[in-house]
Every structure is written in structure tokens, then in C-alpha cells.
């Protein structure tokens, strides 16, 4: 035996089995944090209160949904604002759940969206360059990290996340079909879902390149294979599927979209708002207005949407940047909430973060301490977190 | 990776697509034919109110003011069917560019009443921006009132007898001078006046 193989450690847990246990561990830890940020911050807080407890801002609403349902019009409180507003597949899967196992709504939820996040760690392992610092920080940052509200409570965030993960490892395996499959469950969770189809566009020309193929060729290669004709079918389902119950139920398909007046939201072009929020400073002090965090967030989307494109990710690239963009034509507001919930976002920044093993082991003890401050933040409603 | 489907599967992918397809097409055409209520419609589709009109009960007591102070919150909430966001403080706040009143009572009319509304325009910045409020009962435009926002403003208007026949008053209230709080605020949040009481009297 040479010195290099006798220094070497031995591996006594094998590589399947560390990959479920870093996750897993993950939650349990983040579990720890949340519990003791919510106990510090909360009068009365006790661990039979702690789901509920944590049940902020929109969850009360995916808690309503899951339930009772969508409401009709009027709404039983004559609110302008009604839940159509929402996209069903996450409310849908906790209603079922909960039908089936007659436990309480946020304890299902907690469970059912640290089940989706673990499984969206375990299958973005290939999407990591299975890099193992990279994982373990995906890990943290989902389970455990300063955001790990949106993947852990009753937020829609972590099936659009895992559903778009699911998406991309099957392009990245050039399993279009079932890209298409999980992309229409994708279109029923959030609207930007449904642009994951310009993804699936992209791999599919990047294949058909691969193979040799030219410009002029693709759309007859694309007919003559009905897999990838489904595919791209397949993708907007949920989102038709939606409007077409709203139809029955409201009378309107687009009532998910109309009823966004409600909230009186702004419409302007995202250079103003984002400039706009950066130029928000306090009255008092030097620390950033919550417009400003949100501002600083949008510009490190775009960077990281930057770096995927650098990286030739052209699928991620581009749905990156559709969804992020979108949503700014509506103001700056949930812009934390919806960065942190596109998953080329921290996939990428996991990335780069993991490249040096010093860097991941900083970036994973700050995660840790955010998951801290993010909670309190939530629970005290710090509005960037909203 | 993916390999080329066999015959009969490719034929159930064509056809399955081509269902998928054709049912969006449905879609689509219900998008552009929505079958909604003129209230629904007019507030989120056409756009063309910022107050949707709600069923409120308008449940009230005729020869009463009502104050939309917060010492009469519950008094209030039936008679607040769109426009309004409150109360607070200072008053119910207007919100949009019209706001809606009812007033459904089950005692006997005979004669004319009188609306009696206390309001205050709002300030932007501290700057004084006074209002004209067109007011209308019942689809009838009666009056337009101009209002100040240094101090509380009392109105009397009087309502015809013939107009509140059945024992309701919807009363709208519109504001062609709604301001803009910021640059980006839409028509939805506009700001105008403040409502502090309002009541029908015997006049």
C-alpha cells in the first residue's frame, strides 16, 4: 500500500446513501433553526404551534385552498381579491393528502414540502456537476438557508422547484417526453411555469444540432418525431387545464390574471422598478431598505442568468430570464421569493460556490446563521421576504 | 436518450397531440368569450370602474348617521359595497375613482330625504388637493360637491322622493380629481376623499 492510498480516508457510507442523508440532514438542522428563531421571536411559541405558527402571508391562502377550495364569485367575504389568483397544483396535492391522511393542514404541508425539497436535492445531483460541496450547499440552501421559509412551509416554491429540477434532469438526459410530462405539471403550479417550454425548445434544437442537423431541417425533424411534438403539447397543460376550470367555475379562463387588479399592483418597464427600488434608501442608517434587497436581488438574477449563459446552459439561461422578467413588469414585490424559487438560481450560485471547498464551507456556516435571521425576518414581516 | 417511438405509439403521440391541441383551441375561444356578470366584467376585464360593485346588505336604519369612524366600524361594513378602505383614524378612505354607498331601511318614506355626508379631501405630501365629488343616487347624478382638506366638510343633498321608492339608496360617489399618490400607482389606488359619516334624513 503506496502512502497517498494509506492517507486516503476510507469511504464507509456509500455515495447513494451520503446523498440521501446530506438533505436529510439538511432538514433536521434547518427544522432546529426555524424552531428556535420562531420560539425567540413568537409569544406562547410551542412545537404543537410551530406549522401553524410559521404560516405566513400567501400560505394562509394555499391553507384556504387546500381545505375548501376556489372560491366563487362573489367571494364569501366580498373581497375583490379572489384565490383564483393561485395556481392549484401545490394547494391540490396538500388537499389530497390531507383528505387521505385527516391530519392537520400544516403539518402535512411541512411534511409534503421537505419531502419535495430532499427530492429535489437528490435529483439536481447530476444538474451540481456532482460536486459534492455543491449539493451539500443546494442542500442547506433549500432545507436550511435564509429562504428555507418558501421550501419547508405551505409555499408553492418548492413543487415549482422541484418540478422545474425534474424538468431540466430530464432534458439534460434528453428525455423529452417526460420533460414535457413534468413541464405540465410545472404550468399548474406557477404561470411562469409555462415558459419552461422555451427550454425544452432549446434542448431540442441543441439535439438536433448534435445530431448534425441544421436550421432548415429542424421543423421537419421535429414532425417526423412525435415525442418531441407531445412534448412541447404537453407542457402548457396545466395551465390550460386551469383556465378551463376556471371557465366552468367563473365563467372567465382568465380570471387568474384579471383578478391581479385587485391588488392594485403597478405596471411599468423592470429598469425603472429595479432602479427605482435601489434608489429607495433609509431615512436612518446604512442599512438597505427592503426595496433595496429586492433591487439587489433582481440584478443578482440576472447576473447568475448571465453566468448560465456563459456556461452554455441555454435552457436554463433563457427560462431564467423569462421568469425573472415577467413578474417585474408587476413591481419588485416577492422578488426574493421568486429568485430563490427558480432553480437555475441556486443551482448555479451552489455551483459556483462549491468550486472551493474554503468558500463552501463559509457560504454553508452563513446559510446556516440566515436561516436564522431569514426566520426571525419572516416571522417579524420583513417585507423583501414576502 | 431518447429512441424513435414504434409505429403504433408514434400514431397515439401524433394523435394525442393533435386532442391537446384542439382542446386549447376550446380554450382559447372561452378566453375571448367570457360569460361573467356585468360587475365582474366591468371591474376586471374592462376595466372600466375601479369599484366593484358588491352585494353588501346595505342594512341601515333610516334618520341615522352612520360614522365611518372606527367607533362605527360595524355600523358601516354593510353599507360599503366598493371604493372604500378602513377605517382609520381619519376617516374611511376612498380608494379608485368612484366609491360606493347603499342603504337598504325598511321603515316607510313618503317624502323626499336628504343625504348628509361628512368629508375631508386628502393631502399628497402635505399639500392641500381639493376634490369634486359627483354624487349620484340610484343612477341619477344629483349633485357634485366641491371639498377642501384643511378641515371636515358637512353636505346636505337632497334626494327626490320618487328616486329611493323601494327603500334603497345606491349611492355613488365619482372622483374626476383622484390623485395619483406616485408615478407607478394605478387607477385602483387613487386617492381623493375622506369619509367620516353619512346618513339618510327625512328632509
Given at each position: 500500500?503506496?502512502?497517498?492510498?494509506?492517507?486516503?480516508?476510507?469511504?464507509?457510507i456509500?455515495?447513494?446513501?451520503?446523498?440521501?442523508?446530506?438533505?436529510?440532514?439538511?432538514?433536521?438542522v434547518?427544522?432546529?433553526?426555524?424552531y428556535?428563531?420562531?420560539a425567540?421571536?413568537v409569544?406562547?411559541?410551542?412545537?404543537a404551534?410551530?406549522?401553524?405558527?410559521?404560516?405566513?402571508?400567501?400560505?394562509?391562502?394555499?391553507?384556504?385552498?387546500?381545505?375548501?377550495?376556489?372560491?366563487g364569485?362573489?367571494?364569501?367575504?366580498?373581497s375583490?381579491?379572489?384565490?383564483?389568483?393561485?395556481?392549484?397544483a401545490y394547494?391540490?396535492?396538500?388537499?389530497?393528502?390531507i383528505?387521505?391522511t385527516?391530519?392537520?393542514?400544516?403539518?402535512?404541508?411541512?411534511?409534503?414540502?421537505?419531502?419535495?425539497?430532499?427530492?429535489?436535492?437528490?435529483?439536481?445531483w447530476?444538474?451540481?456537476?456532482?460536486?459534492?460541496?455543491?449539493?451539500?450547499?443546494?442542500?442547506v440552501f433549500?432545507?436550511?438557508?435564509?429562504?428555507?421559509?418558501?421550501?419547508?412551509?405551505?409555499?408553492t416554491?418548492v413543487?415549482?422547484?422541484?418540478?422545474?429540477?425534474?424538468?431540466?434532469?430530464?432534458?439534460?438526459?434528453?428525455?423529452?417526453l417526460?420533460?414535457?410530462?413534468f413541464?405540465?405539471?410545472?404550468?399548474?403550479?406557477r404561470?411562469?411555469?409555462?415558459?419552461?417550454?422555451?427550454?425544452?425548445l432549446?434542448?431540442?434544437w441543441?439535439d438536433?444540432?448534435?445530431?448534425?442537423g441544421?436550421?432548415r431541417?429542424?421543423?421537419?425533424?421535429?414532425?417526423?418525431?412525435?415525442d418531441?411534438?407531445?412534448?412541447?403539447?404537453?407542457a402548457?397543460?396545466?395551465?390550460?387545464?386551469?383556465?378551463?376550470?376556471?371557465?366552468?367555475?367563473m365563467?372567465?379562463?382568465?380570471?387568474?390574471q384579471?383578478?391581479?387588479?385587485?391588488?392594485?399592483?403597478p405596471?411599468?418597464?423592470?429598469?425603472?422598478?429595479?432602479?427605482?427600488?435601489l434608489?429607495?434608501?433609509?431615512?436612518d442608517?446604512?442599512?438597505?431598505?427592503?426595496?433595496?434587497?429586492?433591487?439587489?436581488?433582481?440584478?443578482?438574477?440576472?447576473?447568475l442568468?448571465?453566468?448560465?449563459l456563459?456556461?452554455r446552459?441555454?435552457?436554463?439561461a433563457?427560462?431564467?430570464?423569462?421568469?425573472?422578467?415577467?413578474?417585474?413588469?408587476?413591481?419588485?414585490?416577492?422578488?426574493?421569493?421568486?429568485?430563490?424559487?427558480?432553480a437555475?438560481?441556486p443551482?448555479?450560485?451552489?455551483?459556483?460556490?462549491g468550486?472551493?471547498?474554503?468558500?463552501?464551507?463559509?457560504?454553508?456556516?452563513?446559510?446556516?446563521?440566515?436561516?436564522?435571521?431569514g426566520?426571525?425576518?419572516?416571522?417579524?414581516?420583513?417585507?423583501?421576504l414576502? | 436518450?431518447?429512441?424513435?417511438?414504434?409505429?403504433p405509439?408514434?400514431?397515439?403521440a401524433?394523435?394525442l397531440t393533435?386532442?391537446?391541441?384542439?382542446?386549447?383551441?376550446?380554450v382559447?375561444?372561452w378566453?375571448i368569450?367570457?360569460?361573467?356578470?356585468?360587475?365582474y366584467?366591468?371591474?376586471?376585464?374592462?376595466q372600466?370602474t375601479?369599484c366593484?360593485?358588491?352585494?353588501?346588505?346595505?342594512t341601515?336604519t333610516?334618520?341615522t348617521?352612520?360614522?365611518?369612524l372606527?367607533?362605527g366600524?360595524?355600523?358601516?361594513?354593510?353599507?360599503?359595497?366598493?371604493?372604500?378602505?378602513?377605517?382609520?383614524?381619519?376617516?374611511?378612505h376612498?380608494?379608485?375613482?368612484?366609491?360606493?354607498?347603499?342603504?337598504?331601511?325598511?321603515?316607510?318614506?313618503?317624502?323626499?330625504?336628504s343625504?348628509?355626508l361628512?368629508?375631508?379631501?386628502?393631502?399628497?405630501?402635505?399639500?392641500?388637493?381639493?376634490?369634486?365629488?359627483?354624487?349620484?343616487?340610484?343612477?341619477?347624478?344629483l349633485?357634485?360637491?366641491?371639498v377642501?382638506?384643511?378641515a371636515?366638510?358637512?353636505?346636505?343633498?337632497?334626494?327626490?322622493?320618487?328616486?329611493?321608492?323601494?327603500?334603497?339608496?345606491?349611492?355613488?360617489?365619482?372622483?374626476?380629481?383622484?390623485?395619483?399618490?406616485?408615478?407607478t400607482?394605478?387607477?385602483?389606488?387613487?386617492?381623493?376623499?375622506?369619509?367620516?359619516?353619512?346618513g339618510?334624513?327625512?328632509?
Amino acid at each position: 500500500m503506496t502512502d497517498a492510498v494509506a492517507m486516503r480516508p476510507a469511504r464507509t457510507i456509500p455515495l447513494d446513501v451520503t446523498l440521501v442523508l446530506i438533505p436529510i440532514a439538511a432538514a433536521v438542522v434547518g427544522l432546529v433553526i426555524r424552531y428556535f428563531a420562531y420560539a425567540a421571536t413568537v409569544d406562547d411559541a410551542s412545537l404543537a404551534s410551530f406549522t401553524d405558527g410559521i404560516c405566513r402571508w400567501d400560505c394562509s391562502w394555499y391553507v384556504h385552498l387546500a381545505e375548501v377550495g376556489y372560491d366563487g364569485f362573489p367571494t364569501p367575504n366580498l373581497s375583490n381579491g379572489g384565490n383564483w389568483a393561485f395556481f392549484p397544483a401545490y394547494p391540490l396535492l396538500v388537499g389530497v393528502l390531507i383528505k387521505l391522511t385527516a391530519l392537520p393542514t400544516m403539518l402535512v404541508a411541512t411534511a409534503t414540502s421537505i419531502a419535495l425539497s430532499i427530492g429535489a436535492i437528490r435529483i439536481a445531483w447530476p444538474l451540481l456537476g456532482k460536486n459534492l460541496y455543491a449539493y451539500t450547499l443546494f442542500a442547506v440552501f433549500l432545507l436550511a438557508g435564509p429562504f428555507s421559509i418558501y421550501f419547508t412551509t405551505f409555499y408553492t416554491e418548492v413543487l415549482f422547484l422541484f418540478l422545474t429540477v425534474c424538468v431540466f434532469a430530464a432534458l439534460q438526459q434528453r428525455r423529452f417526453l417526460l420533460a414535457g410530462l413534468f413541464a405540465a405539471g410545472l404550468s399548474a403550479t406557477r404561470i411562469v411555469g409555462v415558459f419552461i417550454v422555451f427550454a425544452i425548445l432549446i434542448e431540442v434544437w441543441l439535439d438536433h444540432r448534435q445530431r448534425g442537423g441544421t436550421f432548415r431541417d429542424f421543423i421537419p425533424a421535429v414532425f417526423r418525431r412525435p415525442d418531441l411534438l407531445l412534448s412541447f403539447a404537453l407542457a402548457p397543460l396545466g395551465l390550460f387545464a386551469y383556465m378551463a376550470f376556471l371557465h366552468f367555475k367563473m365563467g372567465d379562463a382568465l380570471a387568474f390574471q384579471h383578478v391581479q387588479r385587485a391588488w392594485g399592483r403597478p405596471f411599468g418597464l423592470p429598469p425603472v422598478f429595479v432602479w427605482n427600488a435601489l434608489l429607495a434608501t433609509p431615512k436612518d442608517g446604512f442599512i438597505p431598505t427592503a426595496s433595496q434587497v429586492l433591487g439587489v436581488t433582481t440584478i443578482v438574477g440576472y447576473i447568475l442568468s448571465a453566468v448560465l449563459l456563459a456556461k452554455r446552459r441555454f435552457g436554463m439561461a433563457a427560462y431564467s430570464l423569462v421568469a425573472l422578467t415577467l413578474p417585474l413588469f408587476a413591481g419588485m414585490a416577492s422578488m426574493l421569493r421568486f429568485v430563490s424559487g427558480l432553480a437555475p438560481m441556486p443551482l448555479m450560485l451552489c455551483e459556483l460556490l462549491g468550486r472551493n471547498r474554503v468558500v463552501a464551507v463559509i457560504a454553508l456556516l452563513a446559510m446556516l446563521v440566515g436561516a436564522w435571521y431569514g426566520t426571525v425576518g419572516w416571522l417579524t414581516q420583513y417585507l423583501a421576504l414576502v | 436518450m431518447t429512441q424513435p417511438l414504434r409505429q403504433p405509439v408514434a400514431l397515439a403521440a401524433y394523435a394525442l397531440t393533435a386532442i391537446l391541441l384542439g382542446a386549447y383551441a376550446l380554450v382559447m375561444w372561452w378566453v375571448i368569450h367570457p360569460d361573467v356578470p356585468e360587475s365582474y366584467r366591468a371591474y376586471y376585464i374592462d376595466q372600466t370602474t375601479t369599484c366593484m360593485n358588491q352585494p353588501v346588505a346595505g342594512t341601515y336604519t333610516l334618520g341615522t348617521v352612520v360614522s365611518f369612524l372606527p367607533d362605527g366600524r360595524d355600523a358601516a361594513k354593510p353599507l360599503k359595497p366598493c371604493g372604500w378602505e378602513g377605517p382609520t383614524g381619519d376617516g374611511t378612505h376612498a380608494v379608485g375613482t368612484s366609491s360606493r354607498l347603499r342603504f337598504s331601511w325598511s321603515e316607510p318614506t313618503t317624502g323626499p330625504l336628504s343625504l348628509s355626508l361628512d368629508l375631508i379631501a386628502v393631502k399628497k405630501g402635505g399639500v392641500a388637493m381639493p376634490q369634486t365629488v359627483d354624487v349620484l343616487v340610484n343612477d341619477e347624478k344629483l349633485t357634485t360637491l366641491n371639498v377642501g382638506s384643511d378641515a371636515p366638510s358637512h353636505f346636505d343633498v337632497a334626494v327626490p322622493a320618487g328616486l329611493v321608492t323601494d327603500g334603497t339608496a345606491d349611492i355613488v360617489l365619482e372622483f374626476p380629481t383622484a390623485v395619483q399618490m406616485g408615478l407607478t400607482v394605478p387607477p385602483t389606488r387613487w386617492r381623493s376623499i375622506k369619509l367620516l359619516a353619512a346618513g339618510l334624513l327625512p328632509a
